[in-house]
């Protein structure tokens, strides 16, 4: 395909740039028709409730160990 992304370190330094393959863009596509279908299917409620409980249990994880 002939495309590339760059990424950062952390100290905003360009790294190696990789190449962008089907799998990535197919990846892209089906996140953004998920973005689309959520809103018009009624689910922002359970994408809300499902992220706070993403972030309670990486919050709580480290406790736990």
């Not at 998920?34 to 359970?46: D, E, F, N, R, Y």
């Amino acid at each position: 395909m002939g495309h590339t992304v760059s990424t950062t370190k952390n100290g905003g330094e360009l790294d190696t740039l990789e190449p962008v393959t089907k799998p990535i863009i197919a990846a892209w596509i089906l996140t953004g028709m998920a973005l689309i279908g959520i809103p018009l299917l009624h689910l922002v409620s359970a994408l809300v409730a499902g992220l706070l409980v993403y972030e309670l249990v990486s919050l709580l994880a480290p406790i736990i160990e």
